[in-house]
């Protein structure tokens, strides 16, 4: 289990997004680095909203200089962190403004402020029916992924 604890700060200017969650970043002696935001799953390219999210990252933080705070990486060997630009948490915007979830199966990797906060602006909004909260039955994007992985299963199996 990965400790919420900041393990390491790491600075550069945002060149990338992959989608509305993970970014590139470049450093100072010219590294990239794919970070995904910690706290924060974004709609998939080809659900509703996916594109969106993803020019929203882009407008909060691509060509800008970033801090990354950050104590784990993924599966995928992606840093998992905090993004700040102007000291701004991008994550945090994402939730705002409806175009991403509180990643509930990896709060313990937040800081218990954090955690409190991202719930609560995931609540807000919900109830304001922002971005994806406007859909109905809006799709959790572990949802979709499950959803592909299981019809993808019975496409192999010839089911």
């Known amino acids: 289990m990965a400790s919420a ?3 390491a700060t790491l600075r550069g200017e945002v060149v990338g997004l992959a ?4 970014v590139t970043v470049l450093d100072a002696s010219k590294t990239t680095h794919k970070i995904r935001l910690a706290g924060i ?3 998939e390219k080809r659900q509703p909203f996916g594109e969106r999210a993803r020019q929203n990252l882009s407008t909060l933080v691509f060509r800008k200089q970033v801090t990354v705070e950050w104590s784990t990486q993924d599966r995928y060997g992606r840093i998992v962190g905090k ?6 948490d991008a994550g945090l915007a994402q939730i705002r403004s409806g175009l991403a979830w509180h990643y509930k199966a990896y709060q313990r990797q937040q800081a218990a402020p954090d955690r409190v906060i991202y719930a609560d602006a995931e609540s807000a909004a ?7 909260w406007s859909e109905a ?3 959790a994007p572990w949802e979709f992924r499950r959803e592909r992985r299981e019809a993808g299963a019975r496409t192999a199996s010839g089911s």
């Open 5 to 7: 604890a900041v393990a």
């Open 19 to 22: 989608d509305g969650d993970t």
């Open 41 to 43: 799953d974004a709609p």
């Open 83 to 88: 993004v700040l630009v102007n000291g701004e």
């Open 126 to 132: 919900r109830q304001a029916r922002r971005g994806l």
């Open 137 to 139: 039955a809006a799709v």
